[in-house]
T-cell receptor, first 115, second 111 residues
């Protein structure tokens, strides 16, 4: 069974640009969550999508947005990039069942550097 | 104050030692408690999860949750150099996919 894949793996952008990151979940998983990982703040939840709908959102500015497609693949977009957006962006997929605990499987991440 | 506190280390121990990692949290509504391991340039992988209070053992790893103290621990017995990684505690509410992580503890096992 293929794991969670994220593209691209590495990205370099300049301030003010925008960027789109992609995540393909494990087959059969309908929930995709995005996290930002930095040395200072650790892993922080950005948002979760389930069946093409945003189901939960973290405390990030509106420059961070996402979407999910009918095949459960997800993208996140960051507009007007700032230096502080440099981070490892991780996506995690799960079945999304709200009654039982679902293990979340993480992808390898996209390393974004903003210059 | 962060919702989940974890000593970032780094922690360095000799091979074969027992390692103790822990986290404290402030939100008493957390129901699921997890430990993830993250190797360099990789995403986190789930080691263990526990529902509510109690102990759980899996091979050389033991997870403990004390909800009354809002304190969770991970013990690693007979530590190996391959255990060298960053260990992250994470918690979630009932029915929620959102995970709240600790800062992560960087662990090195010296041969």
């Amino acid at each position: 069974k293929a794991g969670v894949t994220q593209t691209p793996r590495y990205l370099i952008k300049t301030r003010g640009q925008q960027v789109t990151l992609s995540c393909s979940p494990i087959s059969g998983h309908r929930s995709v969550s995005w996290y930002q990982q930095t040395p200072g703040q650790g892993l922080q939840f950005l948002f979760e999508y389930f069946s093409e709908t945003q189901r939960n959102k973290g405390n990030f500015p509106g420059r961070f947005s996402g979407r999910q497609f009918s095949n459960s693949r997800s993208e996140m977009n960051v507009s007007t990039l700032e230096l502080g957006d440099s981070a490892l962006y991780l996506c995690a997929s799960s079945l999304g069942d709200r009654v039982h605990h679902n293990e979340q499987f993480f992808g390898p991440g996209t390393r974004l550097t903003v210059l | 104050q962060k919702e989940v506190e974890q000593d970032p280390g780094p922690l360095s121990v000799p091979e074969g030692a027992i390692v103790s990692l822990n986290c404290t949290y402030s939100n008493s509504a957390f129901q699921y408690f997890m430990w993830y391991r993250q190797y360099s340039r990789k995403g986190p992988e789930l080691l263990m999860y526990t529902y509510s209070s109690g102990n759980k053992e899996d091979g050389r790893f033991t997870a403990q949750v004390d909800k009354s103290s809002k304190y969770i621990s991970l013990f690693i017995r007979d530590s190996q150099p391959s255990d060298s990684a960053t260990y992250l505690c994470a918690m979630s509410l009932q029915g929620a996919q959102k995970l709240v992580f600790g800062q992560g503890t960087r662990l090195t096992i010296n041969p």
